[in-house]
C-alpha cells in the first residue's frame, strides 16, 4: 500500500480549491482508471479562520464527478463515512456492490449517493481528494476492464 498526502485544509487555501485548473489536472493525472474518488476537507471543527467555503469543495467535487465531505480528524466528524464511500467504490469497481445503492454517508456534494457520471457512481473512474489534506484516492487492484493486477499494484494514495 502506497500514500501519498498533499493539499490544504478548509483553514488554507489550496491549489486544490483555488486554482480552475489544477484540481482537475493533478487528479486526473495521478489517478489510474477504476479508481473511486472523494474529496475530503479536513479541520471542519474549526469555525475561525476558514478559507474553503463548502461551495468550493462542492464544485470541485462536481467537476471532477466525485463526493465531497467535510471532516474533522480531531473530533471524528464523517471520517467514518468518507472511507466507507471510498470502500463502496471499490466494491462497486470489484463488482462486490451494485452500483447507485444508497451512499455510506451524507456528502456535502449535491451529487450524493453513488450515482455520479464518471465518480464513484460507477465505480470505474474515481480518485479522492482531501481538504486538510486534500485528496485520497484508493485503488481497487483491478485494471480497466476489469482484469485482475498484480498484487504490488495495489495501492492506497492519500494527496
Ligand atoms: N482542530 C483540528 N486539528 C487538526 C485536524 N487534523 C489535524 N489537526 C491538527 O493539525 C496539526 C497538524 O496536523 P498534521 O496534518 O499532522 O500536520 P501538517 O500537515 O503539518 O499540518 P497542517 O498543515 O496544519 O495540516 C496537528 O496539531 C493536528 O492535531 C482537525 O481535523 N481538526
Given at each position: 500500500?502506497?500514500?501519498?498526502?498533499d493539499a490544504?485544509?478548509?483553514?488554507l487555501s489550496s491549489p486544490y480549491t483555488t486554482s480552475p485548473t489544477t484540481p482537475s489536472s493533478s487528479i486526473s493525472?495521478?489517478?489510474p482508471p477504476a479508481l473511486p474518488v472523494v474529496i475530503?476537507?479536513?479541520?471542519r471543527d474549526i469555525q475561525h479562520g476558514r478559507e474553503?467555503?463548502?461551495?468550493?469543495?462542492?464544485?470541485l467535487a462536481q467537476r471532477l464527478g466525485c463526493e465531497f465531505y467535510e471532516a474533522s480528524a480531531k473530533t471524528g466528524y464523517n471520517v467514518d463515512q468518507a472511507f466507507k464511500t471510498v470502500v463502496r467504490g471499490i466494491r462497486v469497481a470489484?463488482?462486490?456492490t451494485p452500483a447507485g445503492g444508497s451512499g455510506a454517508g451524507?456528502?456535502?456534494?449535491?451529487?450524493s449517493g453513488m450515482s455520479t457520471?464518471?465518480?464513484i457512481g460507477n465505480g470505474m473512474n474515481g480518485s479522492a481528494a482531501m481538504g486538510n489534506h486534500g485528496a485520497g484516492a484508493v485503488g481497487n487492484g483491478y485494471a480497466a476492464g476489469g482484469k485482475k493486477r498484480e498484487k504490488r499494484h495495489k495501492r492506497c494514495t492519500i494527496l
Open positions: 500500500m502506497e500514500v501519498k498526502e490544504a485544509s478548509l483553514t493525472t495521478m489517478r475530503i476537507g479536513n479541520k474553503v467555503m463548502p461551495e468550493e469543495g462542492q464544485r470489484k463488482g462486490l451524507t456528502p456535502m456534494s449535491p451529487n457520471p464518471g465518480g
